[in-house]
């Protein structure tokens, strides 16, 4: 899945570069921040896919609504920008909210029982792998265009996740291009691979932008309730509205 979503936004991008008539101009200082990108989005996506398949989506996507509070530290030393007044209080209604999701039926704070669950833990590293890759990504837009880093971060990954994946899975390699697995893998790049956020780093600082795009920790709540049929929707969603609630006061706190 991974594999196919780099591959996917190379051939993209690509094409619209060459029908447009620009050309892709990659600095030779820059590679080491693509690389580093790179690295941050396969582990991201990796942990981000694990966490999804084998558990509630309603517990992911709040704790991944964690990620603007790991763009703060890079993004200040990459960019020279931190919070202010309100964002500050951002971050600790973001920690609350995410906190609520460990309550037991009892109302009782459970963190040690809910950071115990794979599906918690995946999702808090793949928090924080988005967190500093928002903060990178911000650094080599304002760097480079956006097109031509695109091209050079997704064939960067997609050329080792390749060497990976032919000796070790051919055969599920070839499945997926079979036409129902086909259609759920160029589904998920589509979703996965807009653009839009990347622009936006060109325009406003990482945890900002970050913090935006964590709005959709609600709707995962409402999604896991409608078609997962997964239970404690209103505690859940109370805890995922806190971490919105966060995010827009680190907006706020520009």
């Known amino acids: ?147 031509s880093y695109f091209v050079a971060a997704y064939g960067v990954l997609a050329v080792p996740l390749l060497a990976l994946v032919l000796p070790r899975a051919p055969r599920a390699l070839g499945a997926s291009l079979g036409p129902t697995q086909l259609a759920r893998v160029l589904g998920h790049a589509v979703i996965v691979l807009s653009a839009f956020q990347v622009f936006a780093l060109a325009l406003a600082p990482a945890a900002y932008v970050s913090s935006i795009r964590r709005g959709s920790a609600v709707f995962t709540v409402l999604l896991g309730s409608a078609i997962f049929k997964e239970e404690g929707m209103a505690g859940r969603l109370a805890a995922a509205l806190l971490t919105v609630l966060g995010a827009v006061c680190l907006v706020l706190g520009r």
């Open 1 to 147: 899945m991974v594999f196919w979503t780099q591959a996917v936004g190379v051939t993209g991008w690509a094409l619209g570069i060459w029908v447009t008539g620009t050309s892709i101009h990659v600095p030779a200082h820059m590679w080491g921040w693509i690389a580093l990108a790179a690295l941050c989005a396969g582990v991201y996506s990796y942990l981000l896919t694990r966490a999804s398949s084998r558990g509630d989506i309603s517990i992911v996507g709040p704790v991944l609504a964690l990620a603007p509070i790991f763009s703060i530290l890079p993004d200040w030393w990459l960019t020279d920008t931190l919070p202010r007044g309100v964002g500050w209080l951002g971050v600790g209604l973001s920690v609350v909210g995410t906190a609520g999701l460990s309550r037991t039926p009892t109302r009782r704070l459970d963190l040690r029982a809910f950071f115990s669950r794979g599906d918690a833990l995946d999702a808090l590293g793949s928090a924080f792998f988005l967190g500093v890759l928002a903060a990178v990504d911000r650094r080599n837009v304002l760097a480079m265009s956006v097109p």
